[in-house]
């Protein structure tokens, strides 16, 4: 029901104010119906410039899109070759004036289902939004589906809810040097409505700290983040079983230095449970890329080394390259082999190709 309601809620501000930008004034039709003035009068003064609205920047709309196909081999699974749509996105952005924006972005692969969507209010030189967006958490979350190194985020990144419903802040200071996010969110995931009286709290604080020194440490970026609230537990036959703290803690450091980048995360989870106690889930992943420009595309070879720590964790190596086309405006091909180690169950190795077409 909530999320059907904001959906309802930005989906008419929108619908009102491209209406608006499409629709002639009520005053020119009024000076049109009195004779003050003529249709032609009207037509030739539109003729000279732009809605004077769309002039001042009043509004604006923009649509952006990502459509990713995949074919994956692996010969121990079963099929051992399949095709799929990894993901079809569509995101309207709109400001509404100087302050307010808005957002919605749907998912079409498999599930129609709601992502990114809500308002955005630009509070000095941040911003603070309420809807649905994503956690600031990890890293390897926060990044676009368009440019992440490799096909598949992490294992102990899929630990970590991407999405939630909330209120979010995003406030940099010292010339970007140093910013701090925070979110109150309901901490029940993905198009979930609230299912107990708690709000999960988090706050993560990032920081440059040689941004602009023109060296190698210039790329240099360290973050933290925590994240607490408790969450209902269902028995078998979803019963309730009441409500139990759950706490997150990411550390995170990424560099860049002209074609190289290197990035890695620590993520601990702990879960308090009904039967006494609490389980824990730790992992953490490390890759590193380089571009390596040429004629008709850059090539960009990239390595990840990850472990997950729990009931069913295990260590991935994945080897890729990804195919960055010039001229064609976000086209990419990537292969990834993806190396199974698993602490429980059979090892399946996998060989991953991806092609990407984002505008």
């Not at 121990?76 to 307010?100: C, E, K, N, T, Y």
């Not at 029940?188 to 988090?202: M, Q, S, V």
């Not at 040429?294 to 190596?317: A, C, H, R, Y």
Request: some cysteine; hydrophobic content about 45%.
């Amino acid at each position: 029901m909530k999320k059907l309601f904001l959906f309802g809620s930005v989906a008419c501000l929108a619908l009102v104010f491209i209406a608006s930008a499409m629709a002639r004034d009520a005053r020119l039709d009024y000076l049109v119906n009195q004779g003050i003035v003529t249709e032609e009068d009207v037509a030739a003064a539109e003729m000279e410039g732009p809605n004077p609205w769309m002039a001042a920047g009043a509004y604006d709309v923009m649509i952006s899109g990502i459509v990713q196909t995949t074919l994956t081999y692996a010969e121990d699974a079963d099929p051992d070759m399949a095709f799929a749509l990894h993901r079809a996105r569509i995101q309207v952005d709109g400001s509404l004036g100087d302050m307010w924006g808005f957002v919605l972005q749907t998912e079409f692969a498999c599930d129609v289902q709601l992502l990114n969507v809500g308002i955005t209010a630009n509070v000095g030189d941040g911003t603070l939004s309420v809807g649905q967006f994503k956690n600031p958490l990890v890293l390897e979350n926060l990044t676009s589906a368009a440019t992440l190194a490799t096909i598949n985020r992490s294992e102990i990144a899929n630990e970590v809810d991407i999405r939630d419903i909330g209120l979010f802040l995003d406030y940099p200071f010292m010339e970007g040097k140093v910013g701090v996010q925070a979110a109150v969110t309901n901490g029940a995931g993905l198009n979930t409505a609230e299912n107990n009286d708690e709000k999960d709290y988090t706050i993560r604080v990032w920081g440059k700290p040689f941004q602009g020194s023109e060296n190698m440490a210039d790329g240099l970026m360290i973050a933290g983040a925590y994240n607490m609230g408790d969450q209902q537990e269902l028995d078998e036959e979803a019963a309730d079983l009441g409500d139990f703290e759950r706490t997150r803690m990411v550390g995170t450091v990424c560099w860049m230095w002209n074609e190289i980048m290197v990035q890695g995360e620590y993520v601990k989870i702990e879960q308090d449970v009904a039967a006494g106690g609490s389980t824990e889930t730790d992992g953490w992943y490390i890759l590193g890329s380089y571009d390596l420009p040429m004629e008709s595309m850059v090539v960009t070879p990239v390595v990840k080394w990850e472990q997950l720590d729990n009931t069913t964790g295990g260590e991935w190596i994945t080897l890729g390259v990804r195919l960055s086309f010039v001229g064609t405006h976000d086209v990419k091909l990537e292969a990834n082999y993806v190396i199974e180690d698993l602490d429980v169950g059979e090892d399946v190795d996998e060989l991953i190709l991806q092609l990407t077409a984002s505008f």
